[in-house]
């Protein structure tokens, strides 16, 4: 199944339910009588013409308002906007047209009902078709293959788009960069494939290639020509993102002075309010969840309790927000003399970057390895965020010693308040690589809504149950 089978799907899938709505919209009317009782009674027969010029006209305003025409990222809102006016304005002609011809059976709150339904079926259907397309692409179907090349600013603002938006229908075969040193990031998910030269080798290997992302600096434009005219020539589509200043483009504000067009640069900080409306939530959620939280709590420190000698809560000191300090809570899921014997496991080290991790850590006691896998371990970080340390959602505050080996650009992790959970703990958690956990990070930061913080705490319920990627 392609793309323009999906579409062909959908237009079919759209004239059904045009037909359906028509139909329910007479029973509401002459059946159900809502609103106004109905003072003659026209059988659904004097309807059948006026049923097929609607589906004529929506055909035609459909058609001029795009509203087959996918575009990736697009909110479910937005899409049913579009559909809600092509809709509107279709029965508007309808109207007019019983105006002016006058047809034997008539009814123009029909045709309001009709809006109604045709709007509500069709809608239902577009937050239908997502759902089953993101679990295709999240199985790694139906997806379009697409290689970026170049790894800097732009780049890595491409490749965290791709990996914090499998909904986009994208899949990252990987990316091509000339650079060394910071440009060089460890992917698993977008392989490094080698440099700019090796693309014609690349675009004749992946006969399956769907799109080029051009992410080089603007003055490598001779490059960017020349890998234009490579895609053209094996005929791969190639997207050229714009190398504004350097930065990615929600970063760069547009406006217009008297038809003079400017650029500047936006910060991309969550502002004053938005920080209001996520200290909200923070704050509503830990209220209602509460009670249970210290009851699984108070369950817990017991269990630890019979299980090892020890303290119940284990404190560390971790960097906050623009490299604040503070005392992290966790419940003690190791041994006493855990961080003496950390020199000796170094080989067995399993994650790369400034993290120390191990799938099957010897020093974690028997309670230890349950709530690490099931992250019960984190419940008392609910003091840190009552205390305006840390927020339910946002990056993993990191110790002082990972921050120092941080790359410049991994820095700008460090930007907001950290969090319980995040955006890399619902995409792999302990799987991922470090670069691949900054670039979610930087995504979250740059994109941040109430809706993405609420998106992510439900999805973080299943992931910590089954116990994904934690360890």
Known sequence: MNRETIRNLTIISDLFLINIAFALAYVVRYQFEWIIETTAYDPYSGYIGQQILLTALLIFTFSQNKVWRRRRGEFWLDEVARVGFATSTGIALMVAYTFFFRPLAVSRLMLIWALIFIVILIGLARLVRRSVLSLFYRRG??????????????????????????????????????????????????????????????????AKLHTVFIALPGEMHQAVLSTLRLCHKHDVRAQVVPDVLQLSLNRVEFNNMAGVPMLGVRDVRISSFQLLLKRALDLVVVCVGGIPALLVGLMIALAIKLDSRGPVLYTAERVGRNGRLFKMYKFRSMVLDAELQKANLEHLNEADGPIFKIKDD??????????????????????????????????????????????????????????????????????????????????????????????????????????????
């Open 141 to 206: 179907k139906l997806v379009d293959r697409v290689l970026v090349i170049g790894s800097g600013e732009v780049g890595r603002g491409v490749m965290r788009t791709l990996m914090a938006r499998p909904d986009l229908g994208y899949q990252a075969i990987g990316y091509l960069d000339d650079g060394s040193g910071e440009n060089n990031i460890g992917l698993e998910r977008i392989p490094h494939l080698g440099s700019l030269p090796d693309l014609e080798m690349i675009l004749q290997s992946y």
């Open 362 to 471: 010897p020093r974690l006691t028997r309670v230890g390895r349950f709530i690490r896998r099931t992250s019960l371990d984190e419940l008392p970080q609910l003091l840190n965020v009552l205390r305006g340390q840390m927020s339910l959602v946002g990056p993993r505050p990191p110790l002082q010693e990972e921050v120092a080996q941080y790359k410049p650009w991994q820095r700008q992790r460090l930007g907001v308040i950290g969090g319980i959970t995040g955006l890399w703990q619902v995409s792999g958690r302990s799987d991922l690589t470090f670069d691949e956990l900054c670039l979610l990070d930087i995504y979250y930061i740059e994109n941040w809504s109430l809706s993405l913080d609420i998106r992510i705490l439900l999805q973080t319920i299943p992931h910590s149950l089954f116990g994904k990627g934690a360890y």
